[in-house]
């Protein structure tokens, strides 16, 4: 479990995802992907395999978030693993619709 700060860099063990911390939320969480904790700081070069069922894939640019714990990440370099927070896998976060101008 960790504590998240705004502008914090998350990088996976499993593949070439990393993130970037949009929003941190209260509390700390667990951050994983393909099934393992992403860390803060690059690892070494030699990848750990990840959970075959956590493979759902990442896309760069797009902005992954749990809105009731108020945490979202945007993902700066895109993977095969599953982003997850307390083992929750994140949905992307939808655009916000525009106001009528009627």
Same mark, same amino acid.
């Given at each position: 479990?960790?504590?998240?700060?705004?502008?914090?860099?998350?990088?996976?063990?499993?593949?070439?995802?990393?993130?970037?911390?949009?929003?941190? *939320? #209260?509390?700390?969480?667990?951050?994983?992907?393909? =099934?393992? #904790?992403?860390? #803060?700081?690059? =690892?070494?070069?030699? &990848?750990?395999?990840?959970?075959?069922?956590?493979?759902? *894939?990442?896309?760069?640019? &797009?902005?992954?978030?749990?809105?009731?714990?108020?945490?979202?990440?945007?993902?700066?370099?895109? =993977?095969? =693993?599953?982003?997850?927070?307390?083992?929750?896998?994140?949905?992307?976060?939808? @655009?916000?619709?525009?106001? @009528?101008?009627?």
């Amino acid at each position: 479990m960790m504590k998240l700060k705004a502008g914090q860099k998350l990088v996976s063990a499993t593949d070439a995802t990393s993130v970037v911390v949009v929003r941190p *939320g #209260d509390g700390e969480v667990t951050v994983t992907c393909g =099934g393992i #904790d992403m860390a #803060d700081t690059p =690892g070494s070069a030699e &990848k750990v395999p990840g959970d075959p069922g956590q493979a759902d *894939g990442t896309q760069i640019g &797009k902005r992954y978030a749990d809105e009731d714990l108020g945490v979202e990440l945007l993902v700066t370099k895109a =993977g095969t =693993g599953t982003l997850a927070l307390n083992g929750v896998p994140l949905q992307i976060k939808g @655009a916000r619709p525009l106001p @009528a101008s009627d």
